[in-house]
C-alpha cells in the first residue's frame, strides 16, 4: 500500500523533501522540546506537593511519625546517596562522548543504569517494610502517592537510558552527534534534583 | 522591472483613493451620532434591566445590599455593551464595503498611544470602583449582628435531604424541618455526612457549601415571615435535583411554642423512639434516629399532618392515602420495590430494615396510616 | 493476511487490542492473586486497567510508536523517509500521519464529529427540560447527560478543534515546513479519538456514564458508579494530548521562524496560541494531577480526599486543584479564538490590526493573570475566608487586558473598508456576544453576587456566552475564513450568511433568559424544577432546537463545498500573511523554499508593503489592492 502510494508521488514531484527550516533560535528543537517537558512535570509534582501542603499544613494533620510509624530516614538517606552520584556518572558518560570517549560512554552510562535500578529496588524494598499502607491515613496517602510518583519518574527515566545503552552499545553516537546522550540526561538530572525535594520535604521536614 | 513601477504607481494610486475615501465615509456627525444613540441606548438599557423582577422575593436583611449591587453592576456594565455595540453597528453601516471598493484598503492606522492608555484606564478605574463597592456589600452581609446575640443552627446535609439541630436553652434537638424567627441573626453551621452539598435559601441569597470534614457557616436575619424554599446547590449524586426542603420563618412567639413542642421528649424519652416504652412514629418520621443513622422521613417527604414539606420523595398525602400497612411497610423497608411516577430509583435510603428496630418500623407503618387515612 | 496484521494499520490496531485486553486481564487477575484479594477475577479492576492499558496497545498497532521504536532499538532509521507525509487519498487520512495539514485535518473534523455528539446530547437535554417533572430521562441519565456534555465540548470539542485549525496554518504562518516534532503531532492526534471513545462508551457501563459534571468533585466522584472511571481516565488522554501539541508549537514558534520573522512580526494567531500553549504546558499536569488522584483513592483505596473514620483526607484540595487547571483553560479554549477573530478583522477591514504589541502584551498578561484567579470557582466552596477577596481583586482585573482588545478590534473596524462576508460576520458576532459573557463573568467576580447566584442558571448563561458566543463563534469563523486554504475550494457564502444570522439569533434566544431564571433562583445541573420555571424553559427548549438545526446549515454547507464547491484562487482574501502565498490547499512540502520576512503580516493599506518575499526574486504577490482594482475596472 505504502509503497504504491510513494510510487505515486514520485509521478508528481520532482521534489522529495520539504526545504530545509529556518533555524530561528540557538536552542536545540530536542533540548527545547525536553525543557517544555520538565516544566510540565514540574508541574505535576507541584500538583502532588499542593495535596501534601493541604493535608499536612492546612488541614494540620501530624505528620510522620504516626501511631508508631515511622519513615526509614537513614536507608532513604542511602539511597539519596546512590541516585545523587548516578547524576554524575551520567554527566561523566556526557563528557566522554564530547570527547569522543567511547569506552566512557558505555562504562558511564551503564553505571548510571545500574545504580537507577538499585534505587528503584530499595524504594520497593522499603514500601514492603514499611508497616503501613496508603489507605490507614492520608498521610500515607501523600507519601506513597509522592514517593510513587517520583518513582515512576525513575522507571521512565531508566527506559530511556536504556535506549542510550543498547543505542551506545550498538554504536551510535559521536563527538558530533551524541543529543540522544544529552537529552535523556537532562531528564535524569530532572529526576535527580527531584528526589531531593522529596527527600527533604517528605523524610527530612 | 517595469512590473515593478507600475505596481507602485498604482499603489499610489491606491492611496490618493483610500484617502478620498476615507474621508467621504468619515462623516464628523458620524462619531456625535454614535455618541447620542448609545447615550440614549445606554439609559433605555439600564432602565429596561432595573424594570425587571430579577429576584425572587427578598426574605432576609442580606438580600438588600446584594439586589443593590445587582443594580450597580447593571448601571455599570449597560453602558459597556452599549459602547462596544454601537461602535461595530455604526461601523458596519458607514464603513462597510460598497459595490466598487472591492479593491480598497482602509487607511494604514497602527494605533494611539493616548487612546490606547484611555480604553486601559477608564476600565481599570471603573473595577476598582466596583471591586471596593462589592467589597463593603460583603462586610456588610457577613458582619456580625451588634447585639451580639444569636442563635446558631446546626445542619446537615447528606443524600438527599437536610437535618438540622437546634439547641434552645440547654435543650438540644434535631429536626427535619428548619424553622426561625423572624429578625432575629442565625448563624448555619453546615456539615456534610457524605458528599458536598450546598445549603441554598434563594429568599435569603446566601448559600455555602457543605463540605465532609470541615463545618462551614453563614448568618442571615430573616425578615420575611412565610415558606421559602431550601434549595441543594451543589450536584450531589441523582437526587440531588428532588434536594429540596423549606424554611419556616415565623414569629417570635410561634417560634417558642414550635420549639417547646420540638424539644418535648417524645413518647419514649430520648431522641426518637429509644430504648424503653412504645417508639414514636410521629418522632421517628420527623427527626429520624440519630443513633443509628436513619434518616428523617420527612427530609424528603411531604405529610401535612407533620408539617414537613420536603420534595425529594413524593408527597406522602397524596401517595399513602387509603393505603395498607403492608404495602407502607414495603415502601420504608424496600423502597426500590415500586417507584412512584416521576421519581428515580435508589434515593430514598434502603437501610430502615437495619437502622430501625421492627418495632420501630411498626410505629411508623401505624402512624403514617393514621396520618393520611 | 500476516502482512496486514504486522503492518501498522487498523488490523493490527485491532489484533493489539485483542492482546490488550488479554494483558489487562491477566495483569489484574495476577496483582490480585498476588496481594491475595478475594475474588482473583474483578471486573472493575480489569476494566480500570484496561481502560489505561487498551489505549496504548491501539496506539502502538496503528503505528504511532514506530519510528521511536526502531530508534531506540538502534535500529537504522530514515529521518528523511516520508511516506507518511501528506494525503494523496482519502484513506490517508485514517492512518498515523506526519504532515501538520493532514493532522490539522484529521483533529478539526474529528473535533467537529464530537461537536455534533455533544450538540446531540444538547438537545436530549433541553428535551427533558422542556417542562418540570420527568419526561424522557431519569435524573441519574440526566446527570449523565450534562457531564458527557461538558466533558465531550470542552476536552475533545474546543481545545482541539484549536489546536487543529492552528496545526494547519501556523506552520504556514511562520513559514515553516512542518511542525518541529511530526510524530509527536500525529501521536498527539491519535490520543483523541481515544479519549472521546471512551467518555462516550461510558454510557454502556454499568450504572451508567460519569454523572458528576465536567468538573467532577470528589468525594462524589469516588463513590459514583465505575462509569466515572471514563471520565478520570479518558481526560488524562486528552491532556496527554494537548501537553504535546502546546510543547510542539512552542518549539516549532521559537526554533523554525523564518528568516525575518521576529516576534514583533508574527501574526497574533501565532501569538494566541504561543501563549495558548504556555498555558497548556503549565497548567494541564494539574488536572491530570487531580484525575490520578481520585484514580488512587478509588482503585487503590487511598485517602486523598476521604474524611470517614478519621482518614485525614482533604475535600477542598480537589477544587484547587482542578480549578488551577481549570481557569487557565477557560483562556486555553479563548486565546486562539482571538488570534483568530485578530488575523480575521484585520484582512476584512482591510487596515492594519490596531495596537499590535498592546494585542500581544495584553495575551501575556492574561496568561499571567489566568493563574492567579483560580479561586473565583469556590466563592461558595466553603474554603478559608480571607481568600476570596484577593481573587475577586485579580479575577476583575482581567476585564483590563480582555478590554484592551476587544477596542482595539473596534478601532481596526473604525473608518475600515469592511467586507461583511461570513467570517467577518462570525468575527463581529464573537465581539458583542463574549463582551456579554466577559460581563457576566466580571459580575461573578464579585463576591456577594456570586454567593446567590453560583451553582445556577445565571453561571449556564456565562459558561455558554463566553465558550458558545466566545470560542464556538471564532471557531466558525475561522473554518470559514480558511476553507478555502484547506480544502482547495469555497464554501457557499449565502448559505454561511443565514447560518449566522440563524445562530446567532437562536443563540441568544436560548441563553439570554438563563442570566435571569438563573438569579430567580433556578439551580444548574437539575433534571427537574419549580413551576414557576416552566415558562422559559419551554421556550429555551424550544429555540435550543433552532439553534441545532441551523448548526445543520454549517454541515451541509461544509460537506457539500469540500466535495464539489468552486475551485478556491490561492489568495481569495488578499492576505498578506504567508498561509495565503502559497497555492490552496498548499503544496505537500508548504514551500519550495523557506520565504524571508521583511514587514509586519497586517500591513493593509500601506502602500508597497510587503510581508515576505520568496527566494528566486518574485515577492509575494501584494494585496495592496490594485491588481484586483484595476481588473475591476
Ligand atoms: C471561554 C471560556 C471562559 C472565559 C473566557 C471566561 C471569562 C471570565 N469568567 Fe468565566 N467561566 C467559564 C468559562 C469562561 N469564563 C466556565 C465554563 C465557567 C463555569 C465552570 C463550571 O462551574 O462549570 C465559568 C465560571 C466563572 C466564575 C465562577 C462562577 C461560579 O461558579 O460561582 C467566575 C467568577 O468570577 C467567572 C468569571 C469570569 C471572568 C471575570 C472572565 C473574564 O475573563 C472576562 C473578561 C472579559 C470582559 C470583561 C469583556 C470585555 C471587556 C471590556 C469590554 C472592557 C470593559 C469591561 C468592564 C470594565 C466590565 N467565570
Ligand atoms: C463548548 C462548549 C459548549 C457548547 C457548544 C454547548 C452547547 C449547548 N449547550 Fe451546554 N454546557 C457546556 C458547554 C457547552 N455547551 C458546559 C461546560 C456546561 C456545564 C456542564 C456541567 O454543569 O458540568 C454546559 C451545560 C449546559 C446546560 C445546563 C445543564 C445543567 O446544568 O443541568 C444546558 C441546558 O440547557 C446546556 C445546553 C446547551 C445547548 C442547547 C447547546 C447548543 O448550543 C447545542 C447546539 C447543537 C449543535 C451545535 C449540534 C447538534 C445538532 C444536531 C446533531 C442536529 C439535531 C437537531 C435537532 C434534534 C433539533 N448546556
Ligand atoms: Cu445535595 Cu445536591
Ligand atoms: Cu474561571
Known sequence: ??????????????????????????????????LLFIISEVMVFGAFFTAYFFIRVVSGDRWFPIEENELPVAVA??????????????????????????????????????????????????????GFAPHDFAQGSVFYGLTGLHGAHVFVGLTLLLTVVIRSWRGHFSPEEHRGVEVPGIYWHFVDVMWIIVYSTVYLL | MAQEETRQDEAAATEAEAAEAAERRTPRRTAAQMIGVGLLASVLGVLGGLLI???????????????????????????????????????????????????????????????????????????????????????????????????????FGEQFAWTFEYNEGGRRFRNAQLYLPVDESVKFEVQSKDVIHDFWVPAFRMKIDAVPGITTSYRVTPTAVGDHAIVCAELCGLGHAFMRQTAHVMTSDDFGAWVRRASAPAGGGGGGGASGGA?????????????????????????????????????????????????????????NAEIAQGFGPNVMPDNYRSTLSSAEVDALVKYLQDATK | MFAKLSAPGWYRAALYLLIGLGFSYVLSIGARAGFGYDPVLDGEAVLQIALIAMPFFFLAGMGAFDYWYHWAAGRPTLPEDHSNHGARRWQDYFKVNTDHKVIGIQYTVTSFFFLFVGGLIAMLMRAELAAPGRQFV??????????????????????????????????????????????????????????????????????????????????????????????????????????????????????????????????????????????????????????????????????????????????????????????????????????????????????????YRMMAFSLLAIVVLGFTVWAHHMFVSGMQSWIRVPMMVTTAIIAVPTGI????????????????????????????????????????????????????????????????????????????????????????????????????????????????????????????????????NLAISIASFCLGLSSLLFLYNIIASWRGGPRAAANPWRALTLEWQVSSPPPIFNFDSVPTVVGGPYEYGVPGAVHGVFKGGAEVPQPAGAREHAAAD
Open chain 1, 1 to 34: 500500500m505504502e509503497a504504491a502510494s510513494i510510487a505515486h508521488g514520485h509521478a508528481e514531484h520532482e521534489h522529495h523533501g520539504p526545504p530545509p527550516a529556518n533555524r530561528s533560535s540557538r536552542v536545540e528543537p530536542q533540548l527545547l522540546g525536553m
Open chain 1, 77 to 130: 538517606g542511602i539511597n539519596t546517596a546512590i541516585l545523587v552520584s548516578s547524576s554524575f556518572t551520567m554527566h561523566w558518560a556526557q563528557t566522554s562522548i564530547k570527547n569522543g570517549n567511547r569506552f566512557g560512554l558505555k562504562a558511564g552510562i551503564l553505571t548510571t543504569f545500574v545504580l537507577g535500578l538499585t534505587f528503584l529496588f530499595i524504594q520497593v524494598n522499603e514500601y514492603v517494610h514499611i
Open chain 2, 53 to 155: 423582577d430579577w429576584f425572587p422575593a427578598p426574605g432576609s436583611t442580606q438580600a438588600g445590599p446584594i439586589d443593590t449591587l445587582w443594580d450597580v453592576l447593571l448601571i455599570a456594565s449597560v453602558p459597556v455593551f452599549v459602547l462596544v455595540t454601537v461602535v461595530i453597528a455604526f461601523s458596519v453601516i458607514n464603513f462597510r464595503m460598497r459595490p466598487g471598493e472591492e479593491g480598497i484598503d482602509g487607511p494604514p492606522i497602527h494605533g494611539n498611544t493616548r487612546l490606547e492608555v484611555i480604553w486601559t484606564a477608564v476600565p481599570a478605574i471603573l473595577i476598582v470602583g466596583l471591586v471596593t463597592y462589592a467589597y463593603v456589600v460583603l462586610r456588610d452581609i457577613e458582619q456580625a449582628p451588634a447585639s451580639g446575640r444569636e442563635r446558631v443552627v446546626k445542619v
Open chain 2, 279 to 335: 417508639p414514636d412514629g410521629k418522632q421517628l418520621f420527623a427527626a429520624g434516629k440519630d443513633s443509628t443513622g436513619a434518616q428523617p422521613c420527612g427530609a424528603c417527604h411531604k405529610l401535612s399532618d407533620a408539617g414537613s414539606s420536603g420534595g425529594t420523595g413524593p408527597d406522602l398525602d397524596q401517595a399513602l392515602r387509603g393505603k395498607d400497612a403492608a404495602f407502607i411497610e414495603r415502601a420504608i423497608v424496600d423502597p
Open chain 3, 138 to 355: 431519569d435524573s441519574n441519565t440526566f446527570n449523565g447527560l450534562f457531564s458527557v456534555h461538558a466533558s465531550i465540548l470542552i476536552f475533545l470539542f474546543i481545545i482541539p478543534v484549536f489546536a487543529g485549525l492552528a496545526n494547519f496554518v501556523l506552520p504556514l504562518m511562520i513559514g515553516a515546513p512542518d511542525m518541529a516534532f511530526p510524530r509527536l503531532n500525529a501521536l498527539s492526534y491519535w490520543m483523541l479519538p481515544v479519549a472521546g471513545l471512551m467518555m462516550l462508551v461510558s454510557f454502556f457501563a454499568p450504572g451508567g456514564s460519569f454523572a458528576t459534571g465536567w468538573t467532577a468533585y470528589a468525594p462524589l466522584s469516588e463513590t459514583s458508579p465505575i462509569g466515572q472511571v471514563f471520565f478520570t481516565i479518558g481526560v488524562q488522554f486528552a491532556g496527554a494530548s494537548s501537553i504535546a501539541t502546546a510543547l510542539n508549537f512552542l518549539v516549532t514558534i521559537i526554533t523554525m521562524r523564518a528568516p525575518g520573522m521576529s516576534f514583533f512580526r508574527l501574526p497574533l494567531l501565532v501569538w494566541a496560541n504561543f501563549s495558548t500553549s504556555l498555558l497548556v504546558v503549565i497548567a494541564t499536569p494539574f488536572i491530570a494531577a487531580s484525575q490520578f488522584f481520585v484514580l488512587l483513592d478509588r482503585a487503590l483505596g487511598f485517602d486523598f480526599f476521604r474524611v470517614a473514620g478519621g482518614a485525614g483526607g482533604d475535600v477542598l484540595m480537589y477544587q484547587h486543584v482542578f480549578w488551577f487547571y481549570s481557569h487557565p483553560a477557560v483562556y486555553i479554549m479563548m486565546l486562539p479564538g482571538f488570534g483568530i477573530v485578530s488575523e480575521i478583522l484585520a484582512v476584512k477591514s482591510r487596515k492594519p490590526i490596531f495596537g
Open chain 3, 405 to 536: 482588545k476587544i477596542f482595539s478590534w473596534l478601532a481596526t473596524l473604525w473608518r475600515g473598508v469592511l467586507h461583511l462576508d461570513t467570517p467577518m460576520l462570525f468575527a463581529l458576532g464573537f465581539v458583542t456576544m463574549f463582551t456579554l459573557g466577559g460581563i457576566s463573568g466580571v459580575m461573578l467576580a464579585m463576591i456577594p453576587l456570586t454567593i446567590h447566584v453560583s451553582d445556577t442558571y445565571f453561571i449556564v448563561a456565562h459558561i455558554h456566552y463566553v465558550l458558545f458566543g466566545g470560542s464556538l463563534f471564532t471557531i466558525f469563523a475561522g473554518v470559514y475564513y480558511w476553507f478555502p486554504k484547506m480544502t482547495g475550494r469555497m464554501y457557499d457564502e449565502t448559505l454561511g450568511r443565514v447560518h449566522f444570522w440563524t445562530t446567532f439569533v437562536f443563540f441568544n434566544v436560548t441563553f439570554a433568559p438563563m442570566h435571569l431564571i438563573g438569579v430567580q433562583g433556578m439551580p444548574r445541573r437539575v433534571a427537574d424544577y419549580a413551576a414557576e420555571f416552566a415558562d422559559w
